[in-house]
């Protein structure tokens, strides 16, 4: 089916401290990521089916049948070869973009893996889904945080506006001469890859002015620039090159920095790029989670602190390069945080998800750190309900007053 025509639910406005112009339109979180491939103008783009992914390519080539959007769109016969095709697109010097769910993802890992090592910066969208068997169209995490330790960086978005901007950014980090690595933008399967909501989609103008055009320089395989893509190089130089790529993810963290501070000052928003913070004040236990988990944590914080408890949110927006430093800010001083992941950890220290387990890590050196209580929830896109964030919470506080054990791992509503 194709895409809902959104034209007239568009109407222009003025950005307040930016440049140019922007429309209101009411979109998806998917269709938001086609408006940023088309407003960066991506050069090259493949596709393979797969929900709830697929619903970027139906907009993208709306666009370009429509004539808004030029660009080579390849329909490749699966996702491990469409992840190749922009791979060899992006080292010849062409902006690329691609993406997948769930086992289509895992497909590809063969050319994820590589994507990374050869300091391809490509950008990709990721409509975080269940991993079959047993399969489900819901969100899950699993999917994108396989690739949490092989050079990818790996940002989660709450809302199509969220999705839009970071997509931008992400070129602009991604294909930084000191960065080139891959990005991966994760959007919650259904909740943010199909739902609408109005979102400001700035000009071409605009974005020109903060995304520069791709240039590998040195780096880009010409006939004329007889360089090695891909080598073997076995023990001789891999340490060096590994390390070459750790010192790149290293660097990633002022890179994103600057493009947020660059960002907000053209676009009039942006927020703080890892972190989000929501009623943290004076906050006695914290909330964390990552993705839409946000709009149903948040009305159960309202909810709480109008009867008296001091509850806070946080939100991890970029997971690698992790947010190590805000992280430890942020949560210094806290009773006891209560992690919820919409993903597992199967075996893993205090069997918990991977955010929690990362987060454990993260406030290892911090003087007198909270508790750390680890909640899995939402799995396969089940809701995760304000009386389940008011559960949760609960036992958060109570792990605060030593009346619960925080090496436990809860997995919240589950049938008995």
């Given at each position: 089916m194709a895409p809902p025509d959104t034209a007239t639910a568009a109407?222009?406005?003025?950005?307040?401290?930016?440049?140019?112009?922007?429309?209101?339109?009411?979109?998806?979180?998917?269709?938001?990521?086609?408006?940023?491939?088309?407003?960066?103008?991506?050069?090259?783009?493949?596709?393979y089916p797969i929900r709830p992914y697929d619903t970027v390519m139906q907009y993208v080539s709306q666009m370009i049948s429509n004539g808004d959007f030029d660009c080579e769109?390849?329909?490749?016969?699966?996702?491990?070869?469409?992840?190749?095709?922009?791979?060899?697109?992006?080292?010849?010097?062409?902006?690329?973009?691609?993406?997948?769910?769930?086992?289509?993802?895992?497909?590809?890992?063969?050319?994820?893996?590589?994507?990374?090592?050869?300091?391809?910066?490509?950008?990709?969208?990721?409509?975080?889904?269940?991993?079959?068997?047993?399969?489900?169209?819901?969100?899950?995490?699993?999917?994108?945080?396989?690739?949490?330790?092989?050079?990818?960086?790996?940002?989660?978005?709450?809302?199509?506006?969220?999705?839009?901007?970071?997509?931008?950014?992400?070129?602009?980090?991604?294909?930084?001469?000191?960065?080139?690595?891959?990005?991966?933008?994760?959007?919650?399967?259904?909740?943010?890859?199909?739902?609408?909501?109005?979102?400001?989609?700035?000009?071409?103008?605009?974005?020109?002015?903060?995304?520069?055009?791709?240039?590998?320089?040195?780096?880009?395989?010409?006939?004329?620039?007889?360089?090695?893509?891909?080598?073997?190089?076995?023990?001789?130089?891999?340490?060096?090159?590994?390390?070459?790529?750790?010192?790149?993810?290293?660097?990633?963290?002022?890179?994103?920095?600057?493009?947020?501070?660059?960002f907000e000052a053209k676009f009039g928003r942006g927020g703080e790029p890892f972190i989000e913070r929501y009623m943290m004040d004076d906050a006695e236990i914290v909330l964390v989670g990552m993705g839409t988990l946000a709009l149903p944590v948040k009305v159960a914080v309202r909810k709480m602190r109008g009867q008296g408890k001091k509850v806070g949110f946080l939100r991890v927006r970029w997971f690698r390069p992790f947010p190590t430093i805000e992280l430890q800010d942020a949560l210094s001083g806290v009773q006891a945080v209560g992690v919820i992941d919409r993903d597992y950890g199967f075996g893993s220290p205090f069997h918990s998800g991977v955010l929690a387990n990362e987060l454990r890590s993260a406030l290892y050196p911090v003087e007198n750190p909270p508790k750390v209580v680890s909640f899995i929830a939402g799995l396969g896109g089940r809701e995760v309900s304000i009386d389940n964030v008011v559960e949760i919470a609960g036992m958060t506080y109570d792990a605060a007053n030593d009346s619960l054990d925080d090496q436990d791992t809860h997995w919240i509503g589950v049938r008995e």
């Open positions: 109407k222009t406005i003025e950005l307040p401290g930016g440049s140019g112009d922007e429309r209101e339109e009411l979109i998806s979180g998917s269709e938001a990521i086609a408006h940023a491939c088309r407003l960066a103008d991506v050069d090259v783009i493949t596709a769109f390849i329909v490749a016969e699966s996702e491990h070869s469409q992840f190749e095709i922009v791979k060899h697109a992006s080292a010849v010097g062409a902006r690329v973009f691609c993406g997948s769910s769930g086992v289509g993802w895992f497909y590809a890992f063969e050319a994820l893996a590589v994507t990374a090592g050869l300091r391809i910066p490509m950008v990709a969208m990721v409509g975080n889904r269940a991993l079959d068997d047993p399969g489900a169209f819901g969100v899950e995490h699993n999917d994108a945080l396989a690739v949490r330790d092989l050079g990818w960086m790996l940002a989660w978005v709450a809302t199509a506006q969220e999705a839009l901007d970071t997509a931008l950014i992400a070129y602009r980090v991604a294909e930084d001469p000191r960065i080139f690595l891959p990005c991966a933008i994760s959007c919650d399967g259904a909740f943010l890859t199909h739902s609408q909501a109005i979102v400001k989609v700035p000009s071409k103008e605009m974005v020109d002015s903060f995304l520069p055009p791709y240039d590998r320089g040195e780096k880009q395989l010409h006939p004329d620039n007889p360089i090695t893509i891909a080598p073997q190089v076995n023990e001789d130089w891999l340490m060096e090159m590994r390390q070459q790529n750790d010192k790149a993810m290293r660097r990633a963290r002022e890179v994103i920095i600057e493009a947020y501070d660059d």
